[in-house]
């Protein structure tokens, strides 16, 4: 067989292979990140619809199982343990600096801050009046600027059957402040997100539009100098401590700070939601996917 015949069909080969559901890692090239020998374990499957993946000082890693109305709890032990029922529908999550969860509260299109007594703070209720679309996912910048994602899904549990607000947009709600502020409204249907832990640039995920966006972010919270990142979407995102930016569909996809390709890693299930880096030593990828959640052990950690 000729070398380039031989070449096609290990190219074939790949192609087919990365469509199938599998505990194995893609024929993708390795390129270090993730452990040897390591390949996705299933820590349970008993979740209708998991999301949110968001880690505290310690490792643990809290995610949301939107459609029972639960936030759960993933120790750096290994154990799983309720954290909250009756969690306002809890879609994505993030730890603000004080050790707060921040929920994206789904039921009533609310921001919610969770402390750790489990007592509850709304930050965000409406805008003018108007509730928000469906906060979805979220991050804090290091000064302590809450960025969200707001589109429109319809919930079987809304009385509402249309959006109040016009478009799908990205906002800020500012340190101290009570009225969040659109920095981005030209997304089809913005969903993912996550900054640069020195909080100078910000990666939204347009799902619908399949694309992925970089802005700078000002010294005002605006955001500007818009990139196209990659052709390609995704539900949420989580980025290592080496740059490389980690998107979630079929499977995790990893491309590199230039917008390269490097990894992917199939899941065997039927949408991979969210991911975010846990543990002790911020080395565990955590993987929330439809009805179950992952592990897998990597080279590179995640960002504090």
């Known amino acids: 067989m000729k070398f380039s015949e031989l070449m096609l069909l290990l190219l074939l080969c790949c192609s087919s292979y990365a469509l199938k559901a599998t505990n194995d890692r893609s024929c993708i090239t390795d390129t270090g990140i993730v452990a040897d020998g390591a390949t996705p374990r299933l820590v349970a499957r008993n979740f209708s619809f998991t999301e949110g993946p968001a880690t505290d000082k310690k490792g643990n890693i809290f995610f ?156 005002d919270g605006s955001l500007s100098n818009a990139q196209l990142f990659v052709n390609m979407g995704s539900d949420g995102m989580t980025l290592d401590n080496q740059g490389n930016l980690y998107l979630t569909g079929r499977g995790v996809t990893v491309f590199n700070s230039n917008g390269q390709q490097i990894a992917h890693i199939d899941i065997p299930e039927k949408w991979t939601a969210n991911v975010a880096f846990g543990g002790m030593h911020r080395n565990i990828l955590f993987i929330t996917a439809s009805e179950a959640v992952y592990v897998l052990e990597m080279k590179v950690r995640g960002i504090e």
Not at 171 to 189: E, F, H, I, N, W
């Open 64 to 219: 949301t199982d939107q459609p029972n109305n639960k936030i759960w709890k993933f120790g750096t032990d290994g154990q799983l343990s309720l954290f909250m029922d009756s969690a306002g529908r809890s879609n994505g999550l993030y730890f603000d600096k004080k050790g707060n969860l921040l929920s994206c509260a789904d039921e009533q299109n609310q921001l919610w801050s969770i402390n750790r007594q489990k007592k509850i703070t709304v930050l965000i209720n409406d805008l003018d009046g108007k509730k928000l679309n469906g906060p979805n996912d979220l991050w804090v910048a290091p000064r302590g600027d809450i960025y969200f994602t707001d589109p429109y899904y319809q919930r079987k549990w809304w009385t509402r059957t249309k959006p109040e607000i016009d478009k799908e947009k990205v906002y800020v709600l500012m340190r101290g402040s009570k009225t969040p502020v659109a920095v981005v409204d030209s997304l089809q249907r913005p969903n993912g997100i996550v900054g640069t832990p020195d909080g100078k640039y910000l990666y939204v995920a347009d799902i619908k539009g399949n694309k992925v966006y970089k802005y700078t972010i000002n010294k």
